[in-house]
């Protein structure tokens, strides 16, 4: 072989490494899907676009990728953008569907599913019994799609959030078990996990589910969230503040970070400090009751109790039975001398499952008259 010919083969062959080294966009869109990191893939989907917009399967990826996020209306320009391009419709039509039951368009949905017998249409169907709040519709469809061919790990992922939000321990544990065991390490599994564990005040367990989630998307936000409460529920403030300096950094202006690091403030008795924070954003905290509540405790230790009721009132009217809320408008009631009134207020407390010492030395001060 001459020495040109070599160069050439050496040439050659290192072409063909580099690609297989590096594939092109639409390839890694894939590969971001696979691993769940959704932002990743919507950008890089995006730039297989770019350089070709009538790409049919970069439009289906990237109407998944937007279903994944929420991005109903966005889902259903992309999916009018492969119709246009005589495409057939994906998963006969389900996607379309999932995008119309985000909208809000239900009916519609209910038309695309008529006929079709998937776990994933029984799924979509059970979802629309959920925004229309028929609760035997729903845990009929559920029904329905256990029995049903094809896969079914969204269909217990939903199941098992269903329960979750109503606070169903029961309910909850044979959907999450099945998801458990059908996509162990998806993110949908383990934030479902991490909820379900919190259920049980298994908070050690919903931490290490929630940072299993961090570990494949670093600023998911409710994952973020779920860890830092998490945290805070086994004591652990110190594992919690760097997620909460994570969060501020991913999402500047949130009023939920704000808030937790306002809290860090006051771990540490910097009370003008939780207020000034709190201050800075005060027409969000006021929305957000847990800000709220903060903003009226600061306002309470810094001896401003006129202040500190007009934050608190409203919250402790609306949500009597909140304990967080009884407890600290007590306190108010002892600092502005109405003494019966905060014993009236404390009294349910007591006796209860989740009374604390300070319940007790309110209810004892108010007692001394």
Known sequence: MTLRSLLFLVSFLALG???VIAPGPLENARGALARQDYPAARDLVQTA??????????????????????????????????????????????????????????????????????????????QAAILEGDEAMVRDAFARGRRAQGDQRKL???????????????????AVGQVQQLAPDAVETLFVSARFANLLDEHTLALRAYMAILAI??????????????????????????????????????VAFIYHTALLDADAGRWQAVRERLQQSEREVG???????????????LGQIELARAMILPLYRAAPDNLG??????????ASGDLAEAGRVIAPVLNGRYAIQLDREIAERAARG
């Open 17 to 19: 490494a580099c690609s």
């Open 49 to 126: 676009l770019a350089k070709d917009a009538s790409n049919p399967e970069a439009l289906e990826l990237l109407a998944r990728i937007q279903l994944l996020t929420g991005a109903g209306a966005e889902a259903l320009t992309t999916l009018s953008r492969l119709d246009a391009l005589g495409a057939a419709a994906p998963e006969d039509g389900l996607l379309r569907a999932e995008a119309l039951l985000q909208t809000g368009e239900i009916a519609r949905a209910r038309s695309i599913l008529s006929g079709k017998t998937s776990a994933e249409s029984w799924r979509l169907r059970a």
């Open 156 to 174: 217990f992922t939903l199941e098992a959030t269903w329960h979750l939000d109503r606070g169903d321990v029961q309910g909850a544990r044979y």
């Open 217 to 254: 998307v670093p600023t998911d936000r409710p994952a973020l969230l779920g860890a830092i409460a998490s945290a805070r529920n086994i004591g652990r403030a110190d594992l919690a503040a760097p997620l909460v300096a994570r969060g501020a950094a991913a999402y500047p202006g949130d």
């Open 287 to 301: 929305e957000f009751a847990p800000a709220r509540l903060l903003y009226g405790q600061a306002m309470l230790e």
């Open 325 to 334: 809320y009884r407890r600290t408008y007590a306190r108010i009631l002892l």
